[in-house]
């Protein structure tokens, strides 16, 4: 069969569109950056698209033609600088059954629970639109509510609990005692591949018979990591808001954070299924992990994780106040190039560095942007160090050192280079 798999660079939607391969149908994948999915898995016919951008049957015309069915992994968490959630889970899905009303696919679509306390939430409510649009267009169709994903790798949510279970000493944990469903990514591909092989239709809940609170994920986790045990730590959710709030600050900018306010109000409830008699088997944790064995990479991740925002933010206000705190004293700042050049040259250069460290420093903190800015803290450190050298060499026996203090500060803009990737 022909297929094509919307989201499909994606925790979830990598799995699927291996399995379909596996199983020997032709498989389209539609990412925004399918640039390394291309080398890492070449058997499919990887396209680039934006959802957010395709919210017209004309868009989708081309992309359904001589498919028998389209599985839509596609999704995010909440609105922000990179994720438009109306236009990318409802407006793009109603355009894609319009379009889909003359070739007839199977359409499997993987969204989630959608009622609940939590149901109003944008995340939930753009799902919900789109389902009921599904359900209601006639098209064959299987909707998939799955629970929380687990699998070999980590994306959102559970990455989340990865570093939560690799914290020092203690864990600390809100709404600790919150219930959790969980499933195997390998059995949302299982359903997936079903449903196109002619087995499964309709509306199903997928999640393992088992439901943990989210301390015991947690230490099941890190029990995976092989880490000793540790004390959970409650914290009343008001704790938790100021963090929320940088999360949702981030978000604006394009980072995705799991922490963000609509991730919490969900695990408020907790993460439960409607899931009946007539919904698939599914892997307990436990046992999903333990098909998975962790290495050191995995540990590596977990601790790194949660370290990944303080090097950005760390960054971002070295090189704002490196630039800042100088323009209180232009003229001393300046008085270094004095010996090579006329004052007035002298304070244009000085003033120059320090819109540069202050362009760097903001600039960081946009998504978009910060692999470009990282790029550019290298560069311009180098320069300084450079120039330093060449111009000024005694500032190396400096005993406050700026120019020794310039080498861990690329130290860690190469961590920030590295661990800059979301999937």
Known sequence: MNILILGATGFIGSVVAARLVADGHAVTGLGRNPARARLKQPAIDWRQADLSRMTKPEDWE??????????????ALQDGLSDDLAAT?????????????????LIVQVSARTAGAAGELLFLATKRRADEALAASGLPHLILRPALVL?????????????????PLVLPLVHAES???????????EAVSRAVAGGLSGDIDLAAGEVLTLAELVSLHRQWLGLPPARVFSLTPWLARPVTWLA???????????????????????????KGESSLAATSAAATLGANPSGVQDLWFARLYLLKPLVISGLSAFWLLSGLIPLFSLEAASA????????????????????????LGAAVL???????ALLGMLAVSSAYLAGGTLLEPALWLDPLGPLVKVLPSLLLTLTALATLDER
């Open 62 to 75: 081309g992309l359904l033609q001589d498919r028998h069915a389209v599985v839509n992994c596609a999704g």
């Open 89 to 105: 889970q409802a407006d793009a899905m109603l355009a894609l059954y319009a379009a889909a009303t003359r070739s007839r696919p």
């Open 151 to 167: 699998g070999r790798n980590a994306h959102g949510g559970s990455s989340l609990v990865r570093a939560l279970a690799a914290f």
């Open 179 to 189: 219930p959790v469903e969980t499933l195997s990514v390998d059995d949302v591909a």
């Open 248 to 274: 949702d600050m981030a978000g604006l900018l394009g980072w995705r954070s799991p922490l963000r306010s609509t991730a919490m109000t969900v695990m408020s409830e907790g993460i439960r299924s409607a």
């Open 336 to 359: 270094h190039f004095l010996p090579f050049m006329p004052e007035a040259a002298a304070t244009a250069l000085a003033l120059a560095t320090c819109l540069i460290d202050m362009a």
């Open 366 to 372: 946009v998504r978009p942007l910060a692999r470009r």
